[in-house]
């Protein structure tokens, strides 16, 4: 049978036929009250998920491309950002910073492990000309969830700007944009916010503001003067051709998400994480992240020895049509990763645990079946 391919993967997810179909509606000029009103909604209900009453601007890329926003607009070329890498996204702004020629500070930790308040703080003193400090909110590479409340606490009042990558965290886990003190808060349209991929967001403080308006920015189409000053036209846009189709899907799922409430999106997720984690050791799987670190996003699973996790990967998509995600960098060897946001539910958790079992079967590794999906079903009974 020529099934859909299910997506269990940290992004894109899984999305629901009507968010979806939105995107097939006619085009509505950028430029004209046909569009501005959708756009502008975007932006308010986005602020609401952000937790923010600061200024929310889109871009027209995927995750990547907010991050070096965030990063081209802020610093002056040559200047010190404390880049925290808790894996493979963290390094990417450091990357991002070494091609904007500022001079990136590496505080490397080993994978599943979190951020420390008190590392960042020893960075801060041995160099007191740090001017930004990048922190991944939920690291896809590793699973792991960074305390950004407890960072945000400590850096209130410094000198800094504090920036988050929230490309799979924001949307998906309980995130303070202004309670948290951030300056610049990042996200993308295809993971927690239910959507196509297509659509970069960045949200900045007044500091945020006042540091962008001081530097003479080297990207001209990621330049946010310009952006800035397309939001405060008398009829609202980007200052170019947004991608005006995934736009319409956007706003469907914003305004599902502010429908169902985002609070209760975040205890289904949380509830799924959950029953995933309990089937993961029922089958005698281990979890890679470290047990403080975790979230619920999606969990890595270390895979069990002989096996290489493209096989799982490959065995799950081509007999059963459901993705799983592989490991990222040097985890490509060893782990692989199953997410629990997007438009699923009970359904497709039960689905991808029977039939990983079943390809764990066919691996040699499961003698016998059904033990991860009852511990699943457990977890659901008693939720
Ligand atoms: C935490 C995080 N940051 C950044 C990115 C990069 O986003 P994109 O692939 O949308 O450019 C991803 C994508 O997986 C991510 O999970």
Redesign the pocket.
């Known amino acids: 049978m020529d099934l859909d391919i299910l997506l269990m993967t940290?992004?894109p997810v899984q999305l629901d036929s009507e968010v979806l179909l939105a995107g097939a509606r006619p085009l509505r000029h950028h430029r004209t009250n046909d569009f501005a009103p959708l756009y502008s909604e975007c932006v308010s209900l986005l602020k609401k998920f952000f937790k923010t009453n600061k200024r929310l601007l889109l871009t027209t890329?995927?995750?990547?491309?907010?991050?070096e926003t965030a990063i081209a607009n802020h610093f002056h070329p040559g200047e010190k950002i404390l880049s925290v890498e808790t894996?493979?996204?963290g390094e990417?702004f450091t990357q991002i910073a070494h091609a904007f020629k500022l001079n990136p500070i590496p505080l490397k930790y080993p994978w599943g492990h979190r951020a420390k308040v008190e590392d960042i703080a020893k960075e801060l003193d041995k160099n007191p000309d740090i001017k930004g400090v990048t922190v991944?909110?939920?690291?896809?590479?590793t699973g792991v969830r960074n305390d950004l409340e407890s960072i945000g606490k400590f850096l209130k009042n410094k000198d800094v700007l504090f920036i988050t990558?929230?490309?799979?965290?924001i949307g998906a886990l309980p995130f303070e944009m202004d309670a948290w003190n951030l300056d610049v808060a990042i996200s993308?349209s295809?993971?927690g916010f239910l959507a196509p991929?297509g659509v970069?967001m960045i949200a900045l403080s007044e500091r945020a503001i006042a540091k962008l308006q001081a530097v003479d920015c080297s990207a001209y189409y990621f330049n946010l003067k310009h952006y800035i000053k397309n939001q405060d036209l008398p009829i609202p846009s980007y200052p170019w051709t947004p991608a005006i189709s995934v736009m319409f899907s956007l706003h469907e799922a914003l305004k599902k998400i502010e429908r169902v409430g985002i609070e209760k999106i975040f205890a289904h997720y949380h509830n799924l994480a959950e029953a995933l984690r309990t089937s993961v050791k029922a089958l005698g799987l281990s979890i890679f992240t470290q047990p403080d670190a975790v979230s619920d996003v999606l969990t890595v699973i270390n895979t069990p020895p002989g096996i290489h996790p493209k096989q799982i990967v490959k065995e799950v998509h081509d007999s059963y049509g459901v993705l799983l995600a592989g490991g990222q960098d040097h985890l490509a060897e060893k782990v692989f990763r199953i997410a629990t946001i997007g438009a699923i539910g009970e359904r497709e958790m039960i689905g991808t645990i029977g039939l990983l079992e079943l390809a764990l079967k066919k691996l040699g590794y499961l003698k016998d079946l059904g033990v991860g999906t009852t511990a699943l079903l457990k977890s659901f009974s008693q939720q």
Do not use: I, Y
């Open positions: 940290p992004g890329s995927s995750g990547t491309g907010a991050m894996g493979a996204f990417r991944t909110f939920n690291e896809t590479s990558d929230g490309v799979s965290g993308a295809q993971k991929p970069g």
